[in-house]
């Protein structure tokens, strides 16, 4: 019988030796467990901190371009307008060149005419 019960030992210390290889391996697997549910929380507010800052961008970008909109149309505007005064000017100009020279040649007949300067003018 003692043969039997040396037996009963010998499985019983190593029945006890594997329950606590698998406790162990448990209690390594939880602290792996922790540690990868604390890096999924970090992550999640990462998340959340870089959306509303993806969020904020996205309005301050759509104002932006909105400005810029306004700036591109005011320019074009203004530029237009601006061509306009210079092809009025240029107008103007060719006319003034045309009255000018109709001027000199009432006021300066040419040779053999009979309308003197003076009556030319008035």
Same mark, same amino acid.
């Given at each position: ?7 009963l ?15 162990t ?13 604390? *890096?999924? &929380?970090k !992550? ?13 961008v996205?309005? =301050? @970008? ?13 320019i074009?505007?203004t ?5 306009k ?11 003034l060149?045309? *009255?000018? &020279?109709? !001027? ?8 053999g ?6 009556? =030319? @003018?008035?």
């Amino acid at each position: 019988m003692s043969q039997q019960g040396a037996a009963l030992q010998s499985y019983n210390n190593e029945l006890v030796k594997c329950i606590e290889e698998l406790c162990t391996r448990r209690d390594e697997l939880h602290r792996t467990i922790l540690q990868e549910e604390e *890096e999924k &929380q970090k !992550l999640q507010n990462d998340i959340r901190v870089l959306t509303e800052r993806l969020a904020k961008v996205n309005e =301050s @970008l759509a104002k932006k371009m909105a400005s810029r909109n306004e700036f591109d149309k005011t320019i074009a505007e203004t530029e237009a307008a601006y061509m306009k005064i210079l092809e009025s000017s240029q107008t103007l100009l060719n006319v003034l060149k045309r *009255e000018s &020279q109709s !001027l000199k040649e009432k006021s300066y007949p040419a040779p053999g005419g009979s309308t003197n300067r003076m009556t =030319s @003018l008035s």
